[in-house]
């Protein structure tokens, strides 16, 4: 019998590789924060002894959660500024309150918090855009959780640094400062076409190149954006960046909502990554991105939550029933989309478009252990006739009781390991009063 870390058994497990795969009474082990096997129970218990063994008689068991577009810090404003168009939020209501408040300390604080929500519904895995990238950096690490931190590059001045190349010259010592840290990785991150000129989109293309990381931009979110690329550059954005050799297979294109088909077959044939965040989409009224058409082209489609200002809640469970939901509707084809596909757009894509996906996003031997228990035997889950049915269109983010990030076990019975609730609550009430008193 082989000595292991851990030893966790479930009444299901969901996989995701390969795809459709629904296991019942099997075990995962684990050792030094990786997986080392997955059978089934009874063979578990004859073949390891686990120092740990968690038995979960009435869960079914998921890879931890990618959620592949936020600003985690942005959930200190959360609820700020509701019911309004993006250039609105963004010129009239976000802007002005980050140029009077984010620092190190706003950056910290909020990373921390929004690392909290989003491990509670069983994400493990975040990739961030903002300013102050080693204070997410701290706050992920603090909290035990993966991040893909973005070196974000944008024309105007802020807090953090004077000019695009000032960014970028930050972003990339925040980069070497974390080199060989398993729980960080990186992407470039020019905010978007509208707010980067074509200089530094240059340079991040070049530098994405040297550096082999991928490139996380906001890209085609809203029909003015595209007006305004087109007025000012008189092509449409996604166009822009080609000439700029922006897209590739490392381009991540947050939201991706209105694109045309030849702009699909772009993306397709250049093996582009798509981040669809349908609630942030929703609530902007900025549209619905084309997610069948994306994925019947071959293009890897995962999902973001984006950020809490313009979401009001970092829950991929969430973006994974409205994803589905909303692609049956506008499909007119109920079998679009089902539950298990849903659950890969919430995991193994998400991985795979940070490049990830060989240590991430499945159970799979080799592979982190970043793991993720949803409870299946409340009232609003009962009776459970296929549990990634249940996972997808019946639980919430309240079902998750244990996750794991390399092993390590960062929630327990719903309740955090290595964070003080009641300091961050204190610590979201005085961001809270500093915010609203502001002039």
């Not at 929004?114 to 519904?121: F, K, T």
């Not at 400062?177 to 991150?189: M, P, W």
């Not at 609730?421 to 204190?426: C, G, N, S, V």
Request: negative net charge.
């Amino acid at each position: 019998m082989r000595d292991i870390d851990t030893l966790v058994h479930a009444a299901w497990i969901a996989p995701v590789e390969p795809a459709g795969t629904l296991l019942a009474d099997h075990a995962v082990a684990i050792h030094e924060g990786r997986i080392v096997d997955l059978l089934p129970s009874v063979e578990a218990d004859g073949r390891y002894a686990g120092r740990k063994v968690t038995r979960l008689a009435r869960h079914l068991l998921v890879p931890g959660l990618v959620n592949a577009h936020g600003h985690a810090a942005m959930s200190l404003l959360r609820g700020l500024a509701d019911d309004l168009p993006l250039m609105t939020w963004l010129q009239e209501h976000m802007w002005p309150a980050e140029a009077k408040h984010v620092s190190d300390e706003f950056v910290h604080d909020g990373s921390l918090l929004a690392a909290a929500e989003m491990l509670r519904g069983g994400t493990t895995c975040f990739n961030d855009m903002y300013f102050f990238p080693e204070a997410t950096a701290r706050a992920s690490l603090r909290a035990g959780m993966r991040a893909s931190l973005g070196i974000i590059a944008i024309d105007f001045p802020s807090a953090y640094a004077t000019d695009p190349a000032n960014y970028l010259h930050k972003g990339l010592a925040t980069r070497d400062r974390y080199a060989g840290e398993d729980l960080l990785s990186f992407c470039l991150a020019p905010h978007a076409p509208y707010t980067v000129g074509d200089e530094t989109l240059a340079k991040v293309a070049t530098l994405a190149d040297e550096l082999d990381i991928p490139v996380h931009t906001h890209l085609h979110e809203t029909a003015d954006e595209i007006a305004g690329g087109q007025a000012q550059h008189g092509v449409r954005p996604l166009e822009r960046l080609r000439r700029l050799g922006l897209v590739g297979p490392r381009l991540i294109a947050v939201h991706s909502v209105h694109l045309e088909g030849h702009e699909i077959d772009l993306l397709a044939r250049e093996r582009a990554s798509v981040v669809h965040c349908p609630s942030s989409n929703l609530k902007l009224a900025s549209g619905i991105a084309p997610v069948t058409q994306l994925r019947a082209n071959g293009i890897t489609v995962a999902l973001g939550t984006d950020g809490a200002g313009s979401n009001n809640r970092l829950d991929l469970l969430t973006e994974a029933r409205t994803a589905a939901l909303l692609a049956k509707g506008v499909s007119g084809d109920p079998r679009t989309l089902p539950a298990h596909e849903a659950l890969a757009m919430a995991t193994i894509d998400g991985a795979r478009a940070l490049g990830l996906d060989g240590s991430i996003g499945s159970i799979r031997p080799g592979k982190w252990a970043d793991l993720a228990a949803v409870e299946l035997s409340s009232l609003e889950t009962l009776p459970c006739f296929d549990p990634v049915s249940d996972l997808v269109y019946a639980a919430g983010r309240e079902h998750v009781t244990h996750v794991w990030v390399a092993g390590d076990l960062r929630l327990a019975d719903r309740r955090l390991a290595g964070i003080d609730e009641e300091e961050l609550k204190a610590k979201a009430a005085w961001w809270r009063q500093r915010i609203r008193n502001a002039p």
